[in-house]
Structures are given as C-alpha cells and as structure tokens.
C-alpha cells in the first residue's frame, strides 16, 4: 500500500509534530508540501522531509489554487485561521486533519462541519484525549459496567502557572480577540472528553470563573515591564528568566523553547526574551483570557459533571474521578484506581503505555490520533475516527453555552 500523502498547513510546533509521523513511518505517510508565512519554521519542514520546492509555499491559497495533489491536509494554523483552508481543501476532496478547536465561533464551526459532510471527506479534529491508551482504558471499564450506571463525573485540569504564563498570558492564546476564549483554546479537549465518557448529549451548562490575577493591578512594586530589566524578578514563580533559560540549562531544547525562537542558543534565547513577547512581565502583557475556570453540566438523563480549569497549580496531569451507581473510579492520568461497593475493595489499572518517545505526546494521543487518521484515509474505514464532525460539533457548542453562561451569570442550554 502507497503511503499516504499529506499537506502540512501550518509548521508550527504542532504541525511539526503531526508531520513527525511521517518520519516515524514513511511507508504510511510522505509529507509531499508545507504552507507556513515564517522562513524558518517552512524551510525546516522542506528539509526534513525533502519537499519539492514548488510545493513550499507562504500561503496555503497557493496549494489551493491547483489541482489536487494529495491525499489529506493537516491544518495547524492558529485558532482564528481554521475555518477557509477547512472549507477550500474539503471543496477540493482533500481529507482533513484539524487541529483543535474547529472555530472561535459557532458559526466557523458549523461552516466546516456542513462542508466536510457535503463533499464526504474523512473529517478528524485533534481532540487528542480521545485516543490515549488511559482513555481507551477508561472508556472500557465504564462500558463493562464496572461501576454500574455513571450519575456524575469530577474533573480538573491543572494547566500549571508556567503553562498559563506561556501560552495564555505571553504567547499565542492570551487574547480572546486574536485566539478563542481560554476554555475553547486550551479546554474543549477536556468537554469533548467528558462528553466522549458520559456517552450522551449535553442539555444545561452554568459557569463561573475570572482574570484574576494575571493583571497589572496585581504588579509588584518596583516591577518592570520586562523580565530581564526587573529589580524584583528573582522573587517572581513566573520570570522569564526563571523559566526559559532555566530550561536551556536542564537541558531542554524542546516546547515551549522551540516556541520562543529557533535559535535556543543562551544568546539565542536572551534575545528573544528582551525583544519578543515571552520576555514580558506577566503583569504587563495585552491577556485578557480567564485564570480560573469553573462549569457544571448537565447531561442527557439527568447525569452532570463538574469541570474545574486553574492556572494555579504544579504543571501535571488532569485528575478525575467517575460517580456509579455501583462504585467510583479515581484517575490521574496514568493509574484508574477503581473501588466496587458491593466488595469494598479497590482494584489499582495502570493505563498509560506511552513509551515517551514514539508515542508519548499528550499520553500517547498526538500518536494515536495520526495513526487512526491515516489508516481511515489509505483504507477508507472510517470506524477509527473517535472524533468525527458531529459530536466535535456538539463538544464545542457545550463550551460556547458554557462561555455565554459565564458572561451573563445565567444557565444555558446547549444547541444541538
């Protein structure tokens, strides 16, 4: 079987590591052109799977605008750039890997899901939680009916206060207005997974939750606008400093340095600190995006689940714990720690197998999401797709009810 060929739109740190894939297994994927508006990031992609130069290009329009060269797209733009390349690759047949989310809006949404539907293309968004061997695990035990009927599920994702510092306060996400709400950018991976778990549809959502402390009412005194200027930065848990060239030093030459700049020289790294944005103050920064997160639900039946997103945390793995009728499960990311009412006895299931190389990613989900894509398109067996356009739809409408439940302080249903 010919491998299957790919268009990466977008070589950025993700789509780096969807085209990763293809170096892992070349018999399965080729690579065969790359659309990125940065020089360094298009050209490492060029070199690194030796794509023809004609098929190099800043504009993914370019690659639009001929015939249909390939098999598949993976589009890893940012947020706000999902919904044209969706809809024009589709027109053309192409099958489409989208990173999460769809859309910042509903209507983005919609618009790629009707189009994906109409010209019947093999449709899969990175909610990677999904294909992890911890959920594959999870997902089992509660179908097996291990703790009877599910009545309610707890759920916490500790994006960790460097993480936030990163990515929602300094980089890419910090801005509803230039990315998506902090819960659709960094959480709808963890609604589609509760609604992936609960096996039925979403009907209420309330939500609470605020900018608290990433603003500049919060700056310490004698603090400056940056890092590397500041008289109070070594007190400071989210320097700059502190974080990006003490990783150099650890030796970390991986996300999120490769976000920073591509020359992760100490040099390389100062450089950008005093010049770019993931140098500033976290006080001091143009963020706008929730610190803290609450939202309960309730599902179909009468189920509900309590999510909780925090900035405040050591950086680590989401917990969660499942309510049944016949007993609980206790999970950390990498152990199910089931407990049975009628034995009183707790059975401990290890369920991460990710090596943390081939496949360690998001728990072995970055992994496992690409090899369930590209088997569907070389084989046309769609049955691997866990995250197909109708219930992504519907995840992502819960997190739209659950934004305008917050803003107007009231419950929402969710659209279906």
């Known amino acids: 079987m010919k491998p299957v060929k790919v268009l990466i739109v977008g070589a950025g740190s993700r789509g780096m590591c969807h085209a990763e894939f293809a170096t892992q297994h070349p018999d399965r994927m080729k690579v065969v052109g790359v659309a990125e508006p940065r020089d360094f990031y298009r050209n490492a992609m060029a070199a690194k799977h030796d794509i023809p130069r004609d098929y190099v290009v800043s504009d993914w329009t370019e690659l639009a605008e001929r015939k249909r060269f390939a098999d598949a797209v993976i589009i890893s733009t940012q947020d706000s750039m999902h919904v044209e390349p969706s809809l024009a690759f589709a027109r053309l047949g192409y099958h489409l890997l989208l990173e999460k989310p769809m859309a910042p809006d509903e209507s983005g949404c919609r618009k790629i899901v009707r189009a994906v539907k109409r010209h019947d293309v093999i449709f899969s968004v990175c909610h990677v939680l999904r294909y992890t061997e911890y959920t594959r695990t999870l997902k089992r035990l509660i179908q097996e009916g291990r703790i009877g009927d599910v009545v309610c599920i707890q759920h916490l994702e500790p994006v960790g206060y460097w993480h936030q510092a990163h990515s929602f306060v300094r980089g890419n996400w910090r801005n509803e207005a230039t990315s998506s709400p902090m819960l659709l950018a960094k959480s709808c991976h963890d609604l589609d997974w509760l609604r992936y778990l609960m096996g039925v549809p979403c009907e209420r959502v309330s939500s609470f939750g605020s900018l608290t402390h990433f603003r500049p009412e919060e700056q310490p005194a004698g603090a400056a606008d940056r890092c590397l200027d500041c008289r109070v930065e070594a007190t400071c848990p989210y320097s700059a400093r502190k974080l990006y060239l003490g990783m150099l030093t650890n030796g970390r030459t991986c996300w999120p340095l490769d976000v920073v700049t591509p020359d992760l020289t100490r040099e390389g790294i100062t450089k950008a600190l005093r010049e770019g944005p993931y140098g500033r103050c976290v006080y001091a920064c143009d963020n706008d995006v929730v610190d803290h997160q609450v939202v309960n639900f309730e599902f179909e039946g009468g189920r509900t689940a309590s999510f909780t997103m925090t ?55 970055d992994y496992w999401i690409k090899d369930a894509f590209v088997r569907a398109v070389a084989t046309g067996d769609r049955s691997g797709i866990r995250s197909g356009p109708d219930e992504t739809l519907e995840s992502h409408l819960m997190v739209f009810a659950a934004e305008k439940a917050r803003m107007q302080g009231r419950v929402v249903p969710v659209k279906q």
């Open 311 to 365: 900035a405040f945390t050591e950086h680590g793995n989401r917990r969660t714990t499942i309510f049944g009728t016949r007993g609980e499960i206790r999970g950390d990311g990498k152990t199910l720690a089931v407990f049975d009412f009628l034995t009183d006895k707790t059975e401990v299931v290890e369920a991460n197998q990710a090596d943390g190389s081939l496949t360690g990613g998001h728990g072995g989900g």
